[in-house]
């Protein structure tokens, strides 16, 4: 049975050994944690941030934060989404979202998430449509790895 619960310490060293590769990394992080490998400092700057962590029984399998994008409260946005590796592709972090969505519109009373996705992370795309994200006109780009990267922006109404 797959749950949500707040963020514990403990959970980091799970979460950041799913990070295996560099590109993996700069699509989950936008290089907003510093180089890779994240430290664990680096990942820890998150706690201003409202973080959560899927659990499947009892064993960590996602993590992804909230925080408002302005002023308001009535928008939330989802950043740092990432599920275990070994669990890809098997609807966890469809509902992942799924429950934060449910959250932050019965909890956090919000009217509207969002994120951001890139462009060439095509699975990420994929789950974000299936929880009911949906691509806005909004795009930014970032220098990654020596390239620029397009962050396609997702939305809906909650």
């Known amino acids: 049975m797959l749950r949500l619960r707040p963020y514990k310490d403990s959970d980091a060293e799970t979460i950041l050994s799913w990070q295996r590769d560099g590109e993996g990394f700069y699509k989950w992080s936008a290089g907003m944690l510093g180089d890779y490998p994240v430290s664990r400092e680096r990942f820890d700057a998150l706690g201003a941030l409202m973080r959560f962590t899927l659990l499947d ?42 429950l934060g969505l449910i959250y932050a519109r019965t ?10 996705v890139f462009e060439n992370n095509i699975p ?34 909650l």
């Open 107 to 116: 909890v956090y009373r919000a009217q509207r998430a969002s994120l951001g």
């Open 57 to 98: 029984d009892k064993e960590v399998a996602g993590f992804f934060t909230l925080r408002n994008p302005t002023d308001s409260l009535e928008e939330v946005r989802f950043g740092y989404v990432i599920v275990d590796p070994d669990k890809r592709g098997q609807g966890y972090g469809a509902e992942m979202l799924r």
């Open 124 to 157: 990420a795309q994929r789950c974000y449509r299936a929880a009911g994200f949906r691509e806005t006109d909004e795009t930014e780009d970032y220098p990654v790895l020596g390239e620029t990267w397009k962050c396609v922006h997702m939305a809906m109404e």
